[in-house]
Antibody
Framework: EEQLVESGGGLVQPGGSLRLSCAAS????????MTWVRQAPGKGLEWVAN????????YYVDSVKGRFTISRDNRKKSLYLQMNSLRAEDTAVYYC????????WGQGTMVTVSS | EIVMTQSPATLSVSPGERATLSCRAS??????LAWYQQKPGQAPRLLIY???TRATGIPVRFSGSGSETEFTLTISSLQSEDFAVYYC?????????FGGGTKVEIK
């Protein structure tokens, strides 16, 4: 079964850091673009960042540029999101998703930024 | 940034009726447009990609149409399990963007 499983979410104070992980299974990870999408409580979906198959290209939504870094380890079939200088407005469920049109999603991991 | 606008925000439909959801892009996205369904507490599910191609396992009552800047998702005969929020998303450039969503509720 093709699957994505996120982990690493939690409660963090404003200004803090968190690293999210997304483990892929059941498919050839290194042939796909991968993306992080987030959803604030009660709000819509927001595209956050994506990364090319070999990691050579990365793109970010303006609101996280300079604070978040997307990366991947194809040997471990894993996607990551390093989040620094976190703000209250980063509070959301974070999903990882496969391909540019997101055909597979993880179940999401909740990130809460609060003092 | 390409801005995606969905209408209406809420659509009240009776079971068995047809639902038509709209999505407009601020500039051409060709047919690089996807539709997703999201139910409370669940991750979104891909319904349509390439503006009109149903994803694997999606019932034929779901259909997508359009190109460039105007797109439509049609649910031909609403079933109880179709009441949910629907999002469109463009992936014509490297920074994909979503519409604000349309909630389909029971009339």
């Amino acid at each position: 079964e093709e699957q994505l499983v996120e982990s690493g979410g939690g409660l963090v104070q404003p200004g803090g850091s968190l690293r999210l992980s997304c483990a892929a299974s059941g498919f050839t990870f290194n042939i796909y673009w991968m993306t992080w999408v987030r959803q604030a409580p009660g709000k819509g979906l927001e595209w956050v960042a994506n990364i090319k198959q070999d990691g050579s290209e990365k793109y970010y939504v303006d609101s996280v540029k300079g604070r978040f870094t997307i990366s991947r380890d194809n040997r471990k079939k894993s996607l990551y999101l390093q989040m620094n200088s976190l703000r209250a407005e980063d509070t959301a469920v974070y999903y990882c998703a496969r391909r540019a049109d997101f055909d597979i999603w993880g179940q999401g991991t909740m990130v809460t930024v609060s003092s | 940034e390409i801005v995606m606008t969905q209408s209406p925000a809420t659509l009240s439909v009776s079971p068995g009726e047809r639902a038509t959801l709209s999505c407009r892009a601020s500039q051409s996205v060709r047919t690089n447009l996807a539709w997703y369904q999201q139910k409370p507490g669940q991750a979104p599910r891909l319904l349509i990609y390439g503006a009109s191609t149903r994803a694997t396992g999606i019932p034929v009552r779901f259909s997508g149409s359009g190109s460039e800047t105007e797109f439509t998702l049609t649910i031909s005969s609403l079933q109880s399990e179709d009441f949910a929020v629907y999002y469109c998303q463009q992936y014509n450039n490297w920074r994909g963007t979503f519409g604000g969503g349309t909630k389909v509720e029971i009339k």
